[in-house]
């Protein structure tokens, strides 16, 4: 800013040196502060010692090389293993699997974490993790039996119970020396030796076929079942409405011998009439006959015939 | 002009220039000045004012936290906050994600089998190599699945997990500082996909083969997915659960031939059930008719009997009336028209006449030939 002051001209600059503070304080403020997010944990070190530990938000420091801040996330971790994940391991009957695990921590003592690590990066605590997880794991399959581990059971299964042991085996040592806190661990495969793969796959095969002939034998022989059961039904059925029709018969039958009394009046008469009746519907058409000549009308062929006798005598 | 006047006017217009530069610069710079002033009350308005503002998108949230605190939350729409490093906004996707396993999926060798390219499975499975499963019955089968889920609480989702710098990105690879080797992912995804792995196997431990492969492979996915649900609202990370697809299910490849033969007996033995019970259905039905034409004819019976009966009656009183009267010649009539009727359908009529003894004698040729086919024409004729 330029003023007049008794005809000299003269420059105020404060305006600039309020904005050249301005600018100070915020670089000032940037050197000598640091920021903590919500995610994170921050250890400070103090010429090579902790000096502290700071959680979220805005904190002062001195600057580089006399404070240094070291930042860790604090929020779950899934670790699945580094070396030796793949390992084959044996189960107590003797069954070689191999079982791949990982653990979910949280970072809970940042200071301890800083002081057992060499370099301050949590992929060296992990690597002191793995070797704790590898021990569990191999210690505790060991005690189960394959059949604990898959079963059709589910009583029977105890993969979490495993896991549960394994937590608890690796949780208190890596609490204790690393100030991190195993929330839990899991199993991510289980499988076998690859040697041994080939002999599950043959089995599976000759497992197959027996369960195809299994199949087919059991389709025939319900199929038989359903068709015997069937035909006895059937059976069953049609004797039932024989049963029936005799019993209907029977009341046709006993119906039609209320008639029966009006042939008293002349029996022979009666028996006559039912031969005849039963020569008409016994005898069929294309019938080969045979008769002598003692029967009537063929008695008229008799060269003895009575009755001619009788006329030619008179 | 002497020779000292010269030298001072020389010095004097040397003076002169001299100033006349010094002025010129101090203008230029305070030129300069004014306008790196300009420049940063423009900034320091800018950072006030228009710098803070943003937008936050429909599918997305966003935490602010200033000096590292969280101070809020904001869903869609536009908002203003003091710009980095006062603030610092993180963008958390609420769209639904998706994650694909396919840990456990086989790695098929492609080859050509009598000029075709098949897929060939290997004799043996390597852990690492080849993803598998084991059942609970102890055997090996492979899946492939697609989870889709959502953020439902970005804030739990951020403080709760190890996110990546920008949460709508895949996880961080993370690589060891002394060997500058990959040592894996860390992060929401890596953490939600080994629960998902450790529910799988879990299940999947306890389904026999067929059951997860075929039988009850939808049951089979519905337990996973519960499993998974539970463990994941354990660990309360924020997220939910949207869809678990069992994507593919199959039998070793090398294996596949013989699941088929199964699949193919359990069909056939199926078709012979549902042929047999086919067939128990026509003979429920044959029965039926059968039993209903029995007992129809007996009905017809009972109802012919009667009925022949009453017209024998009638006919027998008739006949009687005239038997009484004249008894042999009734019956003679009665009988010679009786065996004339009979004897006029009958084919082959053969008369034996007594010999001189009184006796009849008949021959009969057994087995006789059978008519030919002109005999039965004539027969029809």
């Known amino acids: ?314 | 002009m002497s020779g000292q006047d010269k030298n001072t006017t020389g010095e004097l217009k040397d003076t002169l220039q001299y100033r006349a530069g010094m002025e010129a610069l101090a203008r230029s710079l305070h030129f300069a000045f004014i306008l790196l002033s300009c420049l940063m009350v423009f900034l320091l308005i800018w950072y006030f004012t228009v710098g803070g503002y943003y937008e936050v998108k429909p599918q997305e949230n966003v935490i602010v936290e200033r000096f590292g605190r969280i101070v809020e939350k904001h869903e869609a729409g536009y908002y203003w906050s003091f710009p980095y490093p006062v603030s610092r906004l993180t963008r958390i996707p609420i769209s639904k994600q998706t994650i694909t396993v396919s840990s456990y999926w086989h790695k098929a060798d492609i080859k050509e089998i009598k000029g075709e390219q098949q897929t060939v499975g290997a004799a043996t499975l390597a852990p690492g190599r080849d993803g598998y499963l084991l059942t609970g019955d102890a055997n090996i089968i492979h899946t492939d699945w697609e989870l889709v889920y959502s953020i439902t609480d970005p804030l739990k989702y951020y403080v709760r997990n190890t996110c990546p710098s920008d949460p709508s990105r895949l996880d961080e690879i993370k690589y060891n500082p002394v060997t500058g080797k990959a040592i894996g992912t860390r992060g929401p995804r890596t953490l939600i996909q080994s629960i998902l792995e450790n529910s799988i196997i879990k299940i999947t431990a306890t389904q026999k083969v067929d059951a997860a492969l075929y039988k009850k492979s939808s049951e089979y996915r519905s337990a996973v997915n519960s499993l998974f649900t539970s463990e994941i609202d354990k660990l309360d990370i924020g997220i939910k659960v949207e869809n678990l697809t069992l994507k593919g299910n199959s039998a070793p490849l090398n294996t596949v031939a013989a699941f088929q033969e199964v699949i193919d007996a359990e069909l056939m033995a199926s078709t012979e059930k549902e042929n047999a019970r086919a067939y128990a259905v026509t003979m429920a039905g044959e029965a039926d008719s059968g039993a209903s034409r029995i007992i129809a004819d007996a009905q017809v019976y009972k109802t012919q009997i009667v009925a022949d009966i009453q017209s024998e009656q009638v006919y027998f009183k008739k006949i009687l009336e005239e038997y009484r009267k004249s008894p042999r010649s009734v019956l003679i009539a009665l009988y010679s028209e009786t065996i004339t009727s009979l004897l006029e359908n009958v084919r082959d009529k053969y008369v034996i006449p007594e010999d001189r003894n009184g006796s009849h004698e008949i021959r009969i040729m057994l087995n006789p030939e059978p008519r030919n086919q002109k005999d039965k024409e004539k027969e029809k004729q």
């Open chain 1, 1 to 314: 800013m330029i003023v007049q002051d008794n005809g000299i001209r003269r420059t105020r600059h404060w305006p600039m040196l309020i904005l050249g503070m301005i600018v100070s304080v915020i670089f000032l403020f940037a050197i000598f502060s640091f920021q903590v997010k919500s995610t994170e944990i921050a250890v400070v070190t103090t010429l090579g010692k902790i000096t502290g530990v700071k959680e979220a938000g805005l904190h002062f420091n001195w600057p580089w090389p006399f404070q240094k801040i070291h930042k860790f996330d604090k929020g779950f971790h899934c670790f699945d293993g580094s070396s030796g994940k793949m390992e084959e391991t044996y189960t107590a009957d003797g069954q070689p699997v191999v079982a791949e695990i990982f653990v979910v921590y949280k970072i809970v003592d940042a200071e301890k974490l800083f002081k057992s690590l060499t370099f301050p990066d949590i992929s060296q605590a992990e690597d002191k993790i793995n070797s704790q997880m590898r021990n569990e794991k191999t210690a505790i399959l060991g005690k189960y039996k394959f059949s604990e581990l898959v079963n059709t059971d589910p009583s029977k299964m105890k993969l979490n119970e495993i896991e549960e042991r394994m937590r608890t085996g690796i949780a208190p040592i890596v609490l204790e020396k690393y100030g991190i806190q195993v929330e839990s661990v899991g199993i991510k495969s289980l499988g076998l030796p690859e040697k041994n793969t080939g002999n599950v796959l043959n089995r599976m095969k000759a497992e197959r076929n027996v369960v195809a002939e299994q199949y087919r034998s059991d389709g025939k022989s319900e199929a038989k079942i359903i068709k015997d059961q069937a035909d006895n039904t059937r059976k069953l059925k049609l004797a039932e409405a024989d049963a029936r029709a005799k019993q209907i018969r029977a009341e046709g039958d006993a119906a039609a011998a209320g008639y029966y009394s009006t042939f008293k009046e002349e029996p022979e008469l009666a028996s006559f009439l039912r031969k005849l009746e039963s020569l008409r519907k016994i005898i069929p058409s294309r019938t080969t006959m045979i008769l002598n000549t003692d029967y009537a009308p063929f008695d008229l062929l008799k060269t003895e015939q009575s009755l001619l006798k009788e006329k030619k005598d008179k």
